[in-house]
């Protein structure tokens, strides 16, 4: 998984708790990436970081936030978890704009109660 | 919208033939394309890219060929094993932003033996 990891793997939570994901890297890469998969859609990111403290919304942001205070960890934040948020949740990273590749971690499986 | 897609949702081979699995874009500004592959549970792993000043880009029993006339890709790969079985998908990044690639929703390859 390219020097990724995610944390935690799988969670369960209620409607209206905040979750926070973890995405962790140990390949210096600047660009890092949170993705959801659903059944019936291809993946969908949510939010990108360019740099330290430097992100942007995708295109399914509602709901989600998220802040990237050192290169090699990027946070996802659900700021109050609704039934349409279960989902796996995956991180990827990307060296450079010159390097298109994105390399994906194992993801993380949220439910949503 | 623009989007990549699959022709195929489903792909059943014997163990030994070859694989092909399709992919078209719609976004004619794409000019770098990722397949990717993914088991059960796991994370998206990188397969093979091609750019579009190629038509044709050979790995490691994989081969993507790419015709931008029709605008369709494919991968192709030889002496399929078991272990090739997992979802398939393409991703192509628009010819803008490198880092704001579309995911088609994949392709699941099982092979029998």
């Known amino acids: 998984d390219a020097g990724i990891t995610q944390s935690p793997r799988h969670k369960v939570t209620e409607t209206g708790t905040p979750v926070t994901l973890r995405c962790h890297q140990t390949?210096?890469?600047?660009?890092m990436y949170w993705y959801r998969q659903d059944p019936g859609h291809g993946l969908r990111l949510i939010h990108y970081?360019?740099?330290?403290?430097?992100?942007d919304k995708g295109e399914v942001s509602d709901g989600y936030s998220v802040s990237r205070s050192k290169t090699e960890d990027f946070l996802l934040t659900l700021e109050s978890a609704t039934s349409s948020q279960t989902s796996v949740y995956f991180c990827?990273?990307?060296?450079?704009?010159?390097?298109?590749?994105?390399?994906f971690g194992p993801g993380t499986r949220l439910t949503v109660l | 919208g623009e989007s990549v897609g699959l022709h195929l949702p489903t792909l059943s081979v014997q163990e030994g033939d070859n694989s092909i699995i399709n992919c078209a874009y719609s976004?004619?500004?794409?000019?770098?394309f990722i397949w990717y592959k993914q088991e059960s549970g796991k994370g998206p792993q990188f397969i093979i890219d091609?750019?579009?000043?190629?038509d044709k880009r050979q790995g490691q029993r994989v081969t993507v060929l790419l015709n931008k006339t029709v605008k369709h890709l494919s991968l192709q790969i030889a002496a399929t094993q078991p272990g090739d079985s997992a979802v398939y998908f393409c991703?192509?990044?628009?010819?803008?932003?490198?880092?704001?690639?579309?995911f088609g929703k994949g392709t699941l390859l099982t092979v029998n033996p």
């Open positions: 990827a990273i990307s060296e450079s704009l010159d390097t298109d590749t994105q390399y």
């Open positions: 991703a192509e990044n628009g010819g803008g932003s490198n880092y704001k690639l579309t």
């Open positions: 976004n004619s500004a794409s000019d770098y």
């Open positions: 091609i750019r579009s000043n190629m």
């Open positions: 390949e210096n890469h600047r660009y």
């Open positions: 970081s360019y740099g330290v403290k430097d992100t």
